[in-house]
């Protein structure tokens, strides 16, 4: 009996913290079934005491599938660390045994040839959390959300549910978000500290912002350059919602933010105005009531922008949903001093709790609107797309299919529908070849996405972006690619699917004498670096040759990779299986010879042919260095060369024994901890012929510490004779307006340098986000690529950072003894998606070294 007692005393106890917590995070008046576990229950704390991990949150979702036929589990994919990316689908039971009938009928709103009633059409809602780790209340207020969804009773919840199916994604960046989760529970105090300075709210590098390769995942809705968000997609185009949240953390001064963005200027060009004159407003009465009602401070229209395509708030507005941005003043940990009050981890949650609710509540009151939306999005996206005076873009590199069928996949994923090139096309100057350029037609309903693809953009409303102001992908894939107009005629075939552009390599006849690679195929350093991990020996032309392959001459031109069969301490049978692995790994054609003479240019025995050594590349991280810069580069060797590299922490920099590595990578950052001691090394190593790659604002650092020998450009931008006065109030827009904040110009590549190896034009796009302007070389062999005369592209630019990018310098090369600096003042590995600039990289890497001793080996008898 006492037993019982106590049991039943127990579990009315849990009941009242229960119910503490449900009246402080939810609407009062709300009945809930007792039935359904709430987070604190099945958690065994509290919702806001500790920083819920992810796996936790997962079991959560799987217990409410459980628990209850509202709600359905599934995982969408896995992160790099493994963890499942799950989503948690609420919705009427009755609406669940018919619910793949109700996404196929809901798809047909994107298909303006179909017809389809939305009267009694469920309104599709994807609540999306937490994509920056470390800003963490949201994925705890998924949970709450998921509970009160689910939990609650009464007639209004069966009606939400009916008219809606909601799916709750609790987590966008699982492995950056247990990141931070571990550190802030790690130096939690009893009792919590609120003092800013505690390391609890100070997260050391890389932070838990980014994903495992340390990538920003709210800038890769567009280039979809990470797992997490090509998984992500594919639920997406199978349910376009017509509402997509993206919750968000911002300084613990702040209080909340939701939309509407910055008008005009910010919005992005494609999306109709009905998205932020009609939708936006409508649900701001939402959030404003919901955040009224708890006293909550709010802002709305000032400082986020809703242009770059690639945010996780801007995407579905492209699709005719209403993307929706929030951001809550953090506690960056569990409770901290801001400058009125003390911020708890639990006031954060219940913001964004709140304004969750008021998303569905908006969404399911305004139902046919929402679908009435979408339906005519795509409709007005197909007329648009007819009336153009651009009926078709096609782009295509003939000799980089590896790099062309790259961009194909991105279009593809991006539900663009994309057609082979059936007939030969030459437009202006380029050249496009039957199966080797693509046709994307403006007559399809994906046109806005198109537009986001292919256009350039120089003219702007605004001149303060919050990100980037260009963002054309095809300039960033560094493709020939050109808008056709109605005069131009082209042939397509049948639309490509993802099987099409698999890579298929011929199979490799076995040589007795020496097998060709290709170097100007993107996937070349994959087989190169597969063969000299393999200790095969491999030699590159540092000069072009024609050679007679299958009976046929051929070109060959920099840095094409010769095997010599002989030339080995393998056997014949060795090399060949290598190169045969070599070619499928890499999906590249490798050709076999039987003679060492070609019929035009040097021979494979030439000094110009020349022993290319295996990279042993350390990188410096850490504290005051760029993750995501590093992360960039760490990620494109990983998938695209599978090449390990050493990530060494700039404080340990003192034990690198430094003769164990031939390059070394800085990226932009503060390396003072260094000293003079590391900057004598760092100059020594190379006088011995060590290769540094510095990338940005490494560039000025190692300028200004006298690393090596090069000139940044003064400032010249002239004095008025007269300091016009201006009102304080216009500082912020008269600065910004003069930030490069990310916009696309066009350099003037050396092809025939050993950076520019590869590239068969000299037009090579690079993008732009900074402030340094380097002098060009006093050597006249040194500047590898420069801004031309008329450089802009694509984006925003001040007039006088225009003048200052004119005839610059983007590639540098300084010479330091037998060695040397590669000055790389843009980064060529932009976002991941860069695929234009990621050869120089290449370059650097693999023949790096033979800068600068390529000549003086000819001169030497």
């Not at 106590?6 to 008046?29: A, K, T």
């Not at 030439?606 to 590093?630: D, F, R």
């Not at 002098?775 to 984006?795: I, Q």
Request: overall charge neutral; hydrophobic content about 35%; glycine content about 6%.
């Amino acid at each position: 009996m006492k037993n019982l007692l106590l049991v039943f005393l127990l579990s009315l106890l849990i009941q009242i913290e229960s119910n503490g917590q449900n009246n402080y995070f939810f609407p009062s008046g709300t009945s809930f079934d007792p039935a359904i576990p709430t987070p604190e229950q099945f958690l065994g704390y509290p919702v806001g005491d500790w920083h819920t991990r992810h796996d936790r949150i997962v079991s959560y979702f799987e217990e409410l599938a459980r628990v209850s036929p509202k709600a359905h589990f599934q995982i969408i994919g896995y992160t790099y660390e493994r963890r499942p990316q799950v989503v948690l689908t609420i919705t009427s039971p009755e609406n669940y045994t018919k619910i793949d009938a109700i996404q196929k009928e809901h798809a047909k709103l994107a298909d303006p040839s179909q017809s389809v009633s939305i009267a009694d059409m469920p309104v599709i809602v994807t609540l999306g959390y937490n994509v920056h780790g470390n800003e963490p209340s949201s994925s705890e207020a998924a949970m709450l959300t998921a509970y009160y969804m689910v939990a609650r009773q009464g007639e209004e919840a069966n009606k939400t549910l009916s008219e809606s199916v909601i799916h709750i994604d609790p987590n966008y960046n699982p492995d950056g978000r247990d990141r931070h989760t571990t550190w802030a529970n790690m130096y939690k105090g009893f009792p919590p500290v609120a003092d800013p300075m505690d390391r609890e709210h100070n997260e050391e590098w890389p932070r838990g912002r980014t994903n495992h390769y340390w990538f920003d995942l709210n800038r890769d809705w567009l280039p979809l350059v990470h797992v997490e968000s090509q998984n992500r997609m594919e639920f997406f185009h199978k349910w376009l919602p017509n509402v997509c949240t993206d919750y968000h953390e911002m300084g613990t001064n702040g209080t909340n933010f939701f939309e509407p963005t910055k008008p005009y200027g910010s919005e992005n060009p494609v999306v109709p105005r009905d998205n932020y004159d009609k939708l936006n407003p409508l649900f701001e009465k939402y959030f404003v009531k919901a955040l009224d009602d708890i006293g909550s401070l709010y802002w709305a229209k000032e400082v986020f922008d809703n242009s770059y395509p690639g945010y996780g708030s801007t995407y579905p507005d492209i699709h005719g949903g209403l993307g929706l941005v929030f951001e809550q003043a953090s506690s960056r940990g569990h409770v901290q001093q801001s400058s009125t009050k003390i911020v708890t981890f639990p006031f954060t949650i219940r913001n964004h709790v709140r304004t969750s609710l008021a998303t569905v509540l908006a969404s399911v009151e305004n139902r046919e609107l929402l679908l009435k939306h979408q339906q005519d999005f795509f409709k007005s996206a197909l007329e648009e797309g007819k009336k153009s005076s651009i009926k078709a873009y096609v782009f295509g590199d003939s000799q980089d299919k590896g790099r062309t069928n790259a961009f194909v996949d991105l279009l593809l994923k991006h539900r663009i529908d994309t057609y082979p090139l059936s007939s030969d096309l030459t437009v202006g100057a380029n050249r496009y070849e039957k199966g080797k350029a693509f046709v994307v037609p403006t007559d399809q309903r994906q046109y806005r996405m198109v537009r986001s693809m292919f256009e350039k953009v120089t003219k702007f409303y605004d001149s303060v972006f919050y990100d980037a102001s260009a963002w054309t992908m095809s300039l960033g894939y560094g493709l020939p690619n050109d808008a056709l107009s109605a005069s131009v005629k082209y042939t397509k075939g049948e639309k490509v699917k993802a099987e099409d552009i698999v890579a298929k390599p011929a199979p490799v006849a076995k040589s007795d004498y020496a097998y060709l690679i290709e170097w100007n195929e993107y996937y070349a350093p994959k087989a190169l670096y597969h063969l000299l991990e393999n200790k095969v020996f491999v030699k590159a032309a540092f000069k072009p040759f024609v050679a007679v392959v299958n009976g046929v001459k051929k070109n060959f031109g920099y840095g094409t990779l010769v095997v010599s069969v002989a030339d080995q301490n393998l056997s014949q049978e060795e090399v060949y299986t290598y190169i045969k692995e070599a070619s499928k790994i890499s999906g590249l054609d490798i050709y076999t010879v039987d003679t060492g003479i070609t019929s035009e240019g040097v021979y494979l025995g030439s000094g110009n042919v020349q022993t290319v050594e295996l990279p042993k590349v350390a990188m410096l991280i850490g504290e005051g260095s760029s993750s995501t810069e590093a992360g960039a580069i760490w990620h494109m060797l990983d998938t695209k060369v599978g090449m390990p590299i050493t990530k060494v922490d700039t404080y340990q920099f003192d034990r690198l024994k430094l003769s164990d590595y031939n390059t070394i990578i800085i990226v932009s950052g503060n390396y003072s901890m260094l000293g003079e001691k590391g900057v004598e090394r760092l100059k020594s190593w190379m006088q011995d012929g060590g290769t540094l790659i510095l990338q940005r604002y490494a560039v000025n650092w190692a300028i200004n510490n006298k690393l090596i020998n090069e000139q940044l450009t003064k400032d010249k931008e002239e004095k008025e004779k007269t300091i016009k006065r201006m009102d304080y109030v216009t500082a912020q827009d008269y600065f910004g307006a003069k930030q490069i904040g990310g916009s696309i110009y066009v350099t003037d590549l050396d092809i025939t340098h050993p950076l520019g190896f590869g590239y068969t034009s000299r037009n090579l796009p690079m993008y732009r986000n900074h402030t340094i302007f380097l002098e060009p070389s006093n050597n006249p062999f040194s500047t590898v690529a420069k801004y031309t005369a008329n450089p802009l592209l694509s984006g925003y630019v001040h007039a006088s950072n225009l003048e200052k990018i004119k005839n610059s310098v983007s590639v540098e090369v300084s010479s330091v003894g037998r060695g040397r600096a590669i000055l790389f003042v843009d980064d060529p590995t932009f976002r991941g998606y860069w695929y234009g600039g990621n050869k120089l990289f290449f370059n650097a890497l693999f023949f790096g070294s033979h800068i600068g001793t390529s000549q003086r080996g000819q001169q030497e008898h």
